[in-house]
């Protein structure tokens, strides 16, 4: 039961992030996360689709992480890794999202974005499948190096938006506001959904232990 309801956070909680991040690319003149900034410098460049991309980065930061650790890369990594790049190609592909009006209501919608994608990110998290591509290779880096994950983050991060800046992807003010908005959103989400998963493992636990014992 608890392995069910963890599953379906994690997919209802990959489908909200990946919704997020699709919003924030109707609005990309705005700037967008560095990630993504990249996928769609790839995107313009080279042809695929946008979600094609996000998938081919994440295999090859898989890759480095089994390489370096093992011990980050679960069956919700590879997921995570493929799924986020299918939904947002979905959801593009569906096109009902709002589209750029250049006025001060794009704004407002930018935000609305990113706090949704850190709500989905602390979702997905929160069921503790696996950790992201992305997450589970700045993490093996981290304990290579012996350097917080904090410092590694901010790293990676730099180096990523500057490939994508330098290959025409979209760099902007809301490129450097994501981190302030979306992390607070996600660690708040993170935080309250995990302990609600927790509340319910520990009285399943303590069902099954009285079943056992009668």
């Known amino acids: 039961m608890i392995r069910f309801i963890r599953w379906s956070f994690y997919m209802l909680g990959l489908l909200i992030f990946s919704y997020g991040i699709t919003i924030a690319l109707k609005m990309q003149y705005l700037g967008i996360h560095p990630w993504d900034v990249l996928n769609v410098a790839l995107f313009d460049k080279f042809g695929l689709s946008i979600g094609s991309w996000a998938i081919i980065i994440s ?12 011990s980050y890369v679960k069956l919700g990594t590879f997921l995570n890794g493929i799924l986020v790049g299918v939904f947002v190609d979905m959801f593009l592909w569906i096109d009902f999202l709002p589209n750029a009006t250049h006025t001060w209501t794009d704004y407002l919608v930018m935000v609305v974005a990113i706090i949704t994608m850190g709500f989905g990110g602390g979702l997905y998290n929160s069921a503790e499948v696996g950790a992201g591509p992305r997450d589970g290779f700045m993490l093996s880096i981290s304990d290579k190096l012996g350097k917080s994950i904090g410092t590694i983050r901010i790293l990676v991060e730099t ?52 079943k056992s014992s009668a």
């Open 59 to 70: 295999v090859l930061l898989i890759i480095v992480s089994l390489i370096l650790d093992k």
């Open 159 to 210: 180096l990523v938006l500057v490939i994508g800046f330098l290959l025409g992807g979209p760099v902007f003010i809301f490129t450097f506001i994501f981190t302030f908005v979306q992390s607070p959103v996600f660690a708040f989400t993170f935080k309250k959904f995990k302990a609600f998963l927790g509340i319910i493992d520990q009285r399943y636990q303590q069902k099954h232990i009285t």
